[in-house]
């Protein structure tokens, strides 16, 4: 691999360096003008140039569903899921996996945690289709097959009875596979580690507490701690999810997981919205972590997250972009920018706001220890990959330029990348993914997609005639009074 120096490049602290990458890595840090001669030359002396962002929670199967929502709630999402990810060969696995890596690493994006969603169940064929779909892109991925035992509809209690006779049978019917079955079609794919492209590894991804049964998740530990994977599940991120794990099992969903012994640094819950103290203590005192989506937070309309006081006890926070099902886009920097503004509508003091740095470490640092890569990934230091993304400082949003870190996060800039390097080999160039498969991205999707549509359109018909009682449901389960608000209270209007 061929050394290169990036030159007299800004960084996201108002100093100018040069960058010396080499074998993959960054070999040093120095001063602009004092670097070798002898080695190729990138001229950044326009560019601000910072460690490629990670996200750190996205779902690839979603990505040919952008626009398919408007006013959804989670439920609604959760019953929509069956159409909108399933049922797919393994070509069009690897085109709509491409189609997020290409939007991903065009804003910035270098490596990501991807909630793999394959039914009726984990492939060998799936999971290599979409490893090779990052690879081809140049993108780190941990691909975590997103799995589960129990059905939406089994899990809302009373739920069926609320629809119309010939409904309800059709959803009583809908069945996830056994939990065994699902375990031994995970053993299966999981055979595929030794042939995984470099920069691509696997995780498991037992998707919501209440989905899996008790057996089930001890055999998702079990599997993960025998193949040394991490785990990553999604938490209270409704407060209909907060209010079934207390009737459930008498207790918020971190303590079930931990009394099954899920809890640990290899674990990461995504949302994390409706948690009580308690269970932000458990967090932090076993290492876990969180990965923050605001945008598709604020789209379900599900909360805001206290992520100021998970970080006062020390928890690991990463940020993501959630699925494009749930909020329609891969763009890191409007992660961060959301993470930053929405802690503010709050009722909390102003020193527990995310300010722009914090949102800038939670988008590199943070997320790469949810990867578990916070030793690899996610800083601009000697012996750190050189995942880099280089913004042109003529851009809209750098002008005038007054705080360099600040403008990143608030001013709206990733039009501004133009070029991205993943393990020193560039894979934007003029603002564009170089990867050849990519150029005919718009015409496959659009081919893709026609030739979804007809297959999905039953399930995606019988989805239609469920949600609605799902959100009626949702809304009116959700009234019930909890130890705690995530959302903002509405009082009497004033006339």
């Not at 079955?181 to 998707?207: E, F, H, K, Q, V």
């Not at 057996?215 to 079934?244: M, P, Y």
Request: include cysteine; proline fraction near 5%.
């Amino acid at each position: 691999m061929t050394d290169l120096l990036i030159a007299g490049g800004l960084l996201a602290d108002g100093m100018r360096l040069d960058i010396l990458l080499r074998a993959g890595r960054i070999a040093a840090l120095i001063p602009p003008g004092e670097g070798p001669i002898d080695v190729p030359r990138f001229d950044a002396s326009d560019r601000l140039v910072i460690p490629g962002l990670i996200n750190a929670h996205t779902h690839s199967h979603a990505n040919l569903m952008k626009g398919v929502a408007d006013r959804w709630l989670l439920e609604s999402s959760l019953t929509n899921g069956p159409w909108m990810g399933g049922r797919r060969d393994a070509a069009t696995i690897h085109l709509s996996t491409l189609l997020g890596a290409t939007e991903m690493l065009e804003a910035g994006c270098t490596a990501c945690y991807d909630l793999f969603y394959e039914f009726p169940g984990p492939t060998a064929e799936g999971l290599a289709a979409a490893a090779s779909a990052y690879a081809e892109a140049g993108m780190r991925a941990v691909i975590a097959p997103m799995v589960a035992d129990r059905a939406l509809f089994e899990v809302l209690p009373g739920f069926l009875d609320t629809l119309p006779d010939a409904l309800r049978a059709e959803a009583a019917a809908f069945r996830m596979a056994p939990a065994e079955r699902t375990l031994n079609a995970l053993r299966a794919a999981l055979a595929i580690r030794g042939d995984l492209p470099p920069g691509i590894t696997l995780a498991l991804a037992p998707t919501i507490p209440h989905h899996c049964s008790d057996a089930f998740l001890i055999g998702c530990r079990d599997l993960a701690e025998a193949n040394g994977l991490r785990l990553h599940t999604h938490v209270a991120e409704s407060k209909l999810q907060a209010l079934l794990a207390r009737r459930a099992w008498g207790m918020g969903p971190v303590h079930h997981l931990d009394r099954h012994g899920l809890i640990g640094a290899h674990l990461t819950v995504a949302h994390a919205i409706w948690l009580e103290t308690s269970e932000l203590d458990v967090l932090a005192s076993r290492g876990a972590s969180i990965a923050h989506m605001p945008a598709s937070n604020l789209r379900l309309g599900n909360g805001v997250a206290a992520i100021a006081e998970a970080r006062a006890r020390g928890i690991a926070v990463g940020l993501g972009t959630d699925g494009c099902n749930s909020a329609d886009s891969l763009d890191m920097f409007e992660a961060m920018r959301l993470a930053a503004h929405v802690s503010r509508i709050r009722d909390v003091p102003r020193a527990r706001w995310v300010d722009a740095s914090t949102a800038r470490m939670m988008a590199t640092e943070g997320s790469a220890t949810v990867l578990g890569m916070g030793d690899k990934i996610g800083r601009i230091a000697p012996g750190f990959a050189a995942d880099l993304a280089l913004l042109d400082l003529g851009h809209r949003g750098f002008m005038p330029l007054h705080d360099i870190g600040n403008q990143m996060v608030t001013c709206n800039v990733a039009g501004a990348v133009r070029e991205v390097f993943v393990a020193g080999r560039q894979v934007v160039r003029d603002g564009r993914c170089i990867a050849p498969g990519t150029a005919t991205l718009r015409a496959r999707a659009a081919d893709a997609l026609a030739e979804l549509q007809p297959r999905l359109a039953p399930a995606r018909a019988l989805a239609a005639r469920l949600e609605p009682f799902a959100a009626d449901y949702a809304e009116r389960e959700s009234r019930a009074p909890f130890t705690m608000n995530a959302k903002i209270a509405v009082g009497t209007a004033r006339s």
